[in-house]
């Protein structure tokens, strides 16, 4: 079946670090990837995402590739911010069915210290 | 405009209770789904609605749990004889059609089973 497996954290870094959380895959078939971001107190939030093999996501600074011949789908952003604590969950969804659930990995608590 | 709105925030109950969740989607968003997030997990899919089917509620682990979408907007998620592991926040997300990628999520609803 599909899975999907992110690095644990916690992840501690100094303010304008560079990030990496990597997230690797198991699908049968072509899934759109994602990254998603939850925020302390707040919902769910949508970061950006990859629909087809070599597509890039970009949004806030964050990018991440799409490497059909790695299965992964690795989160980096070249200098981080206090503001960027939060935990980062990595997700598919096989685009094969009719259903679009998200299949997710257990995601990656962030901390940027000043 | 709205996002997705999820009703109560906080649900404290005791263990063989019924519970019932509410969740609001985006205006105009047909497909909506149920997941299940457990502490320090990634969410888990429990049910998905197209309309006002049910299209895929191959994730909800038991016969006590049961959702409607009766006009295909608002939707309840039911919990009969809660027991204590089914403490966890409750998120519902939904998306403008059965193809669209991007799932919208709500803030969740937090419940405790004493």
């Known amino acids: 079946g599909n899975s999907v497996t992110q690095m644990e954290g916690p992840v501690t870094l100094s303010e304008e670090a560079f990030l990496t959380i990597n997230c690797t895959y198991t699908?049968?078939?072509?899934?759109?990837l994602f990254w998603y971001v939850q925020y302390p107190g707040e919902g769910l939030q949508l970061l950006l995402k990859?629909?087809?093999a070599d597509d890039k996501g970009s949004n806030k600074g964050f990018e991440a590739t799409y490497r059909k011949e790695t299965t992964s789908f690795h989160l980096e952003k070249g200098s981080v911010q206090v503001s960027d604590s939060a935990v980062y969950f990595c997700?598919?969804?096989?685009?094969?069915?009719?259903?679009?659930?998200?299949?997710w990995g257990l995601g990656t608590s962030l901390a940027v210290n000043p | 405009g709205a996002g997705v709105s999820q009703t109560p925030s906080n649900k404290v109950t005791e263990k063989g209770k019924y519970v019932e969740l509410r969740c609001d989607p985006i205006?105009?968003?047909?497909?909506l789904y149920w997941y299940r997030q457990s502490l320090g997990q990634g969410p888990e899919f429990l049910i998905y609605f197209q309309g006002t089917g049910a299209a895929d509620d191959s994730g909800l682990p038991n016969d006590r749990f049961f959702a409607v979408r009766p006009e295909g907007s608002v939707s309840t998620l039911k919990i009969q004889r809660t027991e204590r592991g089914d403490s966890a926040v409750y998120l519902c997300?939904?998306?403008?059609?059965?193809?669209?990628?991007?799932?919208?999520f709500g803030p969740g609803t937090r419940l405790t089973v004493l």
């Open positions: 990859a629909t087809k």
């Open positions: 699908a049968t078939g072509y899934p759109s």
């Open positions: 997700a598919l969804s096989d685009k094969a069915g009719n259903n679009r659930k998200l299949i």
């Open positions: 997300a939904s998306s403008l059609s059965l193809q669209a990628d991007t799932q919208y």
């Open positions: 205006s105009g968003h047909t497909a």
